[in-house]
């Protein structure tokens, strides 16, 4: 990686400023982080801030996680459908339509929802918790954001033939197979992945930036890099996103427009304290962000203008994604009174 890291200076390994956020005419914040974008076989395509920082991958994990579910035959075993293969990549919204998907999941296992581990909380979808509080209706484990990754992982305990009691601990088997998956596809020996504990409980890993990208890649295009099971596994994955993006994310959010806006072309995933992972199988590489801060507001218009400057999207495309590239500030009023605004330029490898 000589081209892009010769560039670096040491203020830029510790994070450039990506995304500026103005008032008025003055400039309020600014936020800083790292971005690398990676081929298949883990080379550095482009890249800046500190594209080997240890982060962890947090919920951009997830479409990694499910790769054992279908790789194992359970997804095939219990006759999951696309809707229920997107959820076990998501970080759902609560809206009714995902609560029922998630409820008839459970179901084909013959579990129900007090083998869910992953906790309560109240629906992403404001609409939804707002009338939840209305009726004083408390949330339940099925609207976890996670609770479609955990049923997966239900699944693949039951097609293991093991206990699905205590499948959130790191030495369960379920939780092996899925640190081997996100071993083999970023290239991280199992032994070096850092784990730490989720939101939701389970593992949480923690690898390089561009090894993660490195792991979408591989997602995204398999075919030579790894078994043709886990190959057939990725593809499936990737297929039941394109086909039912809304049970990734859900409406108003940046992971369902993406896959919607370029027809399937992209498919990334959002995790906690701004992370960000897209692959573009087309090419064989993948972007990979991470927000210093963690901030939310400045993920989105870090990863449009990333991937406008990697001529990943048409000018059609960029323009569906409009509201995430540049969002507006608004005062309680609604009106428009600053704006957030990407500010950064990618180092391209030569």
Known sequence: MPGVVAAMSKSTLNGDTLVRVTRGSLTESRHAGHLA????????????????????????????????????????????????????????????????????????????????????????????????????????????????????????????????????????????RMLDAVSALSGVPADRIALGTDGCGVPVFGLPLASLARAFAVFGRPDGLVPETRAEACRTLAAAIRQAPFYLAGTGRFDTHLVEATGGRLVGKMGAEGVFAVTAPELGVALAVKIADGAQRALYPTVVEALRQLDWLTAAE?????????????????????????????LREV
């Not at 996680?65 to 970080?91: D, H, K, N, T, Y």
């Not at 540049?326 to 500010?343: F, M, S, Y």
Request: aromatic residues 6%.
């Open 318 to 346: 960029l323009e569906r994604l409009r509201e995430f590239h540049k969002p507006a500030v608004r005062n309680w009023a609604g009106d428009i009174v600053g704006a957030i605004t990407p500010e950064f330029e990618l």
């Open 37 to 176: 974008v990676v081929d298949t076989h883990g080379r550095l395509v482009a890249a800046l801030g500190n594209p080997e920082l240890m982060t962890f991958a947090r919920s951009s994990a997830k479409p990694l996680q499910a790769i054992p579910v279908v790789e194992s035959g359970a997804a095939r075993a219990f006759g999951l459908v696309p809707e229920e293969l997107a959820l076990m990549c998501a970080s759902h919204n609560g809206e009714p339509a995902h609560i029922e998907a998630i409820e008839r999941f459970l179901k084909k296992l013959g579990l129900g929802e007090a083998h869910l581990n992953c906790g309560p909380h109240y629906p992403y979808y404001e609409p939804a918790a707002d009338r939840m509080k209305r009726l004083g209706d408390a949330p339940r484990t099925v609207h976890n954001n996670c609770s479609g990754k955990h049923s997966g992982m239900l699944a693949l305990a039951l097609r293991l033939g093991v206990t699905v009691q205590g499948y959130m601990a790191p030495e369960h088997p379920v939780q092996r």
